[in-house]
């Protein structure tokens, strides 16, 4: 049977809460049966040394403190033999609590890295509409909080589980020593389970909705630092300081409310034990009278129960933390068991010399309910909120579009123009197979792209996006990834990208660590370690997204002119007109469809909405850079007065 979605109220459903909160227990114990048997061993040694320190302390008491009391002199034989036999039970009590305790920590951390571990290779594996569905902070949630909660309490149940075997032989320890006394145990013992299972079920909604404001704390705190720029360029410090704060107090209030239920339920399951050993004594001193009993047997059941506290309190930790061990258990579960329907074959992209791709009769929506164009490059939505709403599918982003990259026939540069949302960027999606084709197909290399390896259309075909990801490493790692291409390789990809120049000029070179995201660098630079990225891989197809938006027209035209020098088809975003002029053949888009194709200058002349939008999209660069430059000459005239 399933486990019970973490929506549902949990204190309807307790028994499957109990049932599938330990059958997870018992897989993740199997998984690492190794660790977890040694550790449930030191477990039950302990919870049996525990019962046996119990009956050695009984012993001392009739052979060593009662003979004091009636004779003065017990012997000093007895005295050290006593003495001695405490000595080794504290011992073997001491390695085997230390020994159940490193087992357990082992067996915890063990599983904490392999669900980890699966569900990196999970986000990694699926597609990128699915990531589009999924906030980032969710996705961290589930590999922190969530596989957290499902494992913490893996730590007290080899205890727990020794714990049944201590209870079995107390019981029947004291049950041979008086009759009575043994009563007190079996109605004792019953009550604190039943209190244990009582707050279980108590607790079960609230530390659900705990784990679940967890998430939504870890989703704004995500998107407002991943958000920073915006949020402090639009002033809106506030507003997300407001937004976070309340989920921090929603949060707090359900911890409290949490806190205040296990602050009732850890007084009454100190207290009971501590009344059973009131009721032994006054019933053993009435047996003892009786002359049933010796002083050794009462003090022995009474220190056994005193014992019985935190083993059974061990109980209740398993028990109380079963629904949060549930929740996350769902939440990460749901991502594990998520699919894709995106189909592979076995071929593979054929190496050398550039590629042909057709778009036939290509038509595409996004069924997320998630924006189109350059949106869709991202690997999850902006907003978390954003994220809630969607559902519905949008509108088609392309319709029926047709376009081909073909060198033999002279088209192996093919620029891809529009207003924005027109589909270009989409387009870009479809190519590296990110996305796939609702209607139509995309063919490689006279194969739709279906029919290739999951891994071979990488292989072959490489992207670099206008928001370049820079990672907090060196400037050789973020150009080759680790692969192994050498200093040689990763210069002659800079040299390209016009990135060498400024790489030369940092504190270490190749080996300078860029920062998070790239801080240190320009948004240019950054386009351009990207871009290097991609060409380092000689890939048969590159696809750029605006991927050089941020640099200027010159920097600009000499990359185009450095990647027409390479042996690969390009496929390129653009808006410039120098960039666009570079093109074999321009695919015009509007409203997500093919609006022109031809060479850059018979559409300026025949294509009026053509030569209206890339002349705008001109003036607007031109404009852009003359204020770049202004800013630049009054930045060096108050620098000079400075000085002066």
Known sequence: MPPPSYHQDLSVVDRRVLRTGLGVLFRGSWKHRRLFAWAFISGVAFALLQVYSATVIGQVTDEVIVPAFEHGNPGLGAVVSGAALIFWVAIGRAITVAGRRVLAAMTQFSLYADYRHQLARQYIELPLSWHRRHPTGQLMSNVNADVEAMWFVMAPFPFALGTVAMLIYALGSIATSDLWLGVIAFVLIPVIITINVFYQRVAAPLVT??????????????????????????????????????????????????????????PMMDALPNL????????????????????????????????MALPLRSIGWVLGDLPRLVVGWGRVRTVLQARSDRSFGDAQVATGGPVAMEFDRVSFRYHDGGSHGRQALTTAPASGRAAQSAGADSPLVLDQVDARLDPAAGARVVALVGAT????????????RLMDVDDGVVVLDGRPVSDYADEAIPAQVA???????????????????????????????????????????????????????????????????????????????????????????????????????????????????????????????????????????????TNAAYRSLVNAYDEAAIARALLEESGADEDADETAGARR
């Open 421 to 432: 949302g027109s589909g270009k960027s989409t387009m870009a999606l479809l190519a590296t």
């Open 276 to 307: 059973g050993v009131i009721a032994v004594i006054v019933i053993g001193a009435w047996r003892i009278q009786q002359g049933v009993i010796d002083t050794g047997t009462l003090v022995s059941v009474s220190y056994l129960f005193t014992l």
């Open 209 to 266: 909705r705990g784990q679940r404001l967890r998430a939504e704390v870890s989703e704004v705190a995500h998107e407002s630092f991943d958000g920073a720029n915006v949020v402090k360029a639009l002033g809106r410090e506030a507003q997300e300081t407001t937004r976070f704060t309340d989920s921090s107090f929603r949060l707090r209030d359900a911890m409290i409310r949490v806190g205040y239920v296990r602050g009732w339920f850890d």
């Open 463 to 605: 992207t670099a996006l206008q928001q370049a990801f820079i990672f907090d490493d060196s400037v050789r790692d973020n150009v080759t990834l680790g692969e192994p291409y050498d200093d040689e390789q990763v210069w002659a990809a800079l040299r390209i990208a016009q990135a060498d120049r400024f790489v030369h000029g940092l504190s270490a070179g190749l080996d300078t660590v860029l920062g998070e995201r790239g801080g240190s660098l320009s948004g240019g630079q950054r386009q351009r370690i990207a871009l290097a990225r991609a060409i380092v891989r000689q890939p048969r197809l590159l696809v750029l997204d605006d991927a050089t938006s941020a640099c200027d027209p010159t920097v600009e035209a000499a990359i185009l002119d450095g990647l027409r020098a390479l042996d690969t088809s390009v496929l390129v975003v653009a808006y410039r007109k120098a960039t666009i002029a570079l093109a074999d053949e321009v695919v015009f888009l509007a409203d997500g469809r093919v609006a022109g194709r031809g060479r850059h200058r018979d559409l300026l002349a």
